[in-house]
């Protein structure tokens, strides 16, 4: 009887008006960034990080600051939206690092939710990562791709029982005939003006339909559905066989509801990434990971510019039809290399994050502004976004990762110890904190052969490369993001950027002291009030 397919799914910124100071570069009668504004904006920039660069000296966050510029740029209009990897964008910059204390499926949703985007992490076995993915792919009904269907000649009544002993709160329901071809569709109004539940589905059913071909997205589906005045709208292949479903309050809900801030991907699901390692272990994990309809996926490790990272992208590539970014790397030959093997994408930091040992066991790294600028420089020739991964500390770190070049930001601790981040609740002192640790901790090395890989280690004599610990516990992501975008938003509104682009281009570094750091926090005063965007390094 009832052929149960699958039940389970269930400012532009605006021009702006921007002078820099007597003699600078804005054209102001016009009120343009002219291409020729950009490039002496760009040269500006570039001498600043060349001088610096040619003393032998690298920069990180402390070092610097972005100098102000006249702006007409209100904060709440700036447009924020970004790029991860070549073809997927973010409605924020942040994206929710691949560590097993950071990032599963409800922080993948909630930050999804929010714009960004969630990295599952490899600590997982490939099939454990999958599902966690496939959480996040379903967690809204975009696209049915396995709607249920009916055969014609089951009773409404029949079907009614199944819908309530099932629980569904979903009214359209496919016909299908003894071939499997679509005959109609049961709605909403065919059950409620039904009065006799032993009628068959087919004599009930609505024949009239539209239906549109496989691989329809969400917006044309959308119209589809409002020009034909039709709640549900089924994708049916070419020998007339079901091969999808959408329906229209979940369609509007997602383009134009609540979910206008989401992150979704063109069948409206949110969108998610995961982490893999090289060779079998990408291969197996990747296999997975696209039949559920992961968006991109991070060949993640501690040295990226290495002959299996190089190896397994390469193969990726030729594999799949899929977004593969590569790191992590901090020079700008590394970022060459990588994206001449064809990444989509590239994340730069190699030791600058707050579980990190790596630069002070092994002695490598540079200081993380540094290396996004020089990284970021190479990658815009090759038209791939990079992320800034780790190092971040407050909410003013992330314009400058974007003024240096970086299209998005990788945070750990500054999500670690949110609800909805994976490691466990621990009370010290009376005060609430959650677990974090480095993916190349002893902890995380020991019981997990995905941490032992991203470090090239086997399984004994272990030599860790990060630290285990804890951070204060801070409330649900969407206030902490609340505060990290608007402290982004604000730098921007500074700066005089209307978008993210903007900020890329025009964002001017100067380079601060001791004295100017310790200036620039809070001093001669006792703080007796707790700011939310402003907590004292623990
Ligand atoms: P934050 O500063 O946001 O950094 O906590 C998160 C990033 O740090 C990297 N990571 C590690 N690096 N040893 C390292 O050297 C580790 O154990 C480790 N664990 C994570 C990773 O890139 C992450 O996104």
């Known amino acids: 009887m009832a052929l149960a397919l699958n039940k389970e799914k269930a400012s532009r910124g605006f021009l702006i008006f921007i002078f820099i100071k007597p003699g600078g570069f804005m054209d102001q009668s016009k009120g343009i960034l002219t291409q020729d504004v ?5 040269a500006k920039r570039d001498g600043f990080f060349r001088k610096i660069g040619n003393q032998g000296i690298a920069l990180t966050y402390d070092d610097v600051r972005l100098t102000t510029g006249y702006s007409e740029v209100l904060p709440d209009n700036i447009n924020v939206e970004s790029k991860f990897s070549k073809n997927v964008g973010l409605k924020i910059p942040i994206v929710s690092a691949a560590m097993d204390t950071v990032t599963e499926a409800e922080m993948a949703i909630e930050i999804a939710k929010l714009g960004g985007i969630g990295i599952i992490h490899k600590n997982l076995s490939a099939q454990e990562q999958a599902a966690q993915v496939a959480r996040v792919k379903y967690h809204l009904n975009g696209f049915i791709d396995k709607p249920i269907c009916f055969e014609e000649n ?23 005939d003894s071939n499997h071809h679509l005959v109609g569709v049961l709605t909403k109004n065919d059950f409620d003006f039904c009065e006799d539940h032993s009628l068959k589905a087919k004599q009930v059913m609505t024949k009239k339909l539209i239906t549109a071909d496989p691989g329809t997205g969400l917006r044309e589906a959308y119209r589809l559905m409002k020009e034909g005045k ?6 049916v292949d070419k020998d ?36 893999i390692g090289v060779y079998d272990d990408a291969f197996e994990r990747v296999e997975k990971l696209v039949s559920e309809k992961v968006d991109l996926v991070i060949i993640d490790t501690a040295h990226g510019d290495s002959k299996g990272v190089l190896e397994t992208l390469k193969l990726l590539k030729k594999r799949y039809d899929i977004d593969v970014l590569a790191g ?3 020079e700008p030959e590394s970022a060459q290399r990588l994206c001449r093997a064809g990444a989509d994408g590239l994340k730069v930091g190699q030791g600058p994050g707050s579980i990190c040992t790596t630069r002070i066991i092994a002695g490598i790294g540079k200081p993380q502004v540094s290396a996004i600028y020089e990284c970021s420089k190479v990658a815009a020739k090759f038209g791939v976004p990079v992320c800034a991964d780790g190092g971040l500390k407050f ?15 990788m945070m750990g601790n500054m999500l ?28 995380a090395m020991e019981s997990n052969k995905g941490s032992r890989e991203r470090y090239n280690q086997g399984k004994n004599d272990l030599v860790p490369e990060g630290m285990e610990g804890m951070v204060p516990y801070k409330g649900p992501l969407r206030e902490v993001i609340h505060q990290y975008i608007g402290g982004l938003r604000r730098g921007m509104g500074y700066v005089g950027a209307g978008n993210i682009e903007e900020l890329r281009t025009i964002a001017q570094f100067v380079r601060i002291t001791e004295a100017g750091k310790a200036e620039s926090h809070p001093h001669d005063i006792i703080i007796t009030r707790e700011a939310p965007n402003y907590q004292k390094q623990v």
């Open 240 to 275: 007339g066989k079901v091969a999808g479903l959408y329906t229209f309050s979940d369609v509007k809900r997602i383009l134009f509801g609540d979910s206008k801030s989401f992150n979704i991907d063109r069948d409206g699901r949110l969108r998610v990434g995961a982490a």
């Open 416 to 443: 670690a110890g949110t609800k909805e981040s994976p490691g466990e609740f621990r009370f010290h002192q009376g005060v609430q904190y959650k677990v974090y640790r480095g993916m190349g901790s002893l902890g």
């Open 154 to 176: 089951v009773s409404i009544g029949e079907i009614l029982a199944y819908k309530k002993e099932r629980e569904f709160n979903f009214h359209s329901f496919l016909i299908i």
């Open 38 to 42: 950009k490039r002496k904006l760009i």
């Open 230 to 235: 039709k709640k549900a709208l089924p994708l």
């Open 328 to 330: 992590n790397i901090s």
């Open 395 to 409: 909410s003013g770190d992330i314009p400058i990762a974007i003024g240096a070049g970086a299209h998005s930001v």
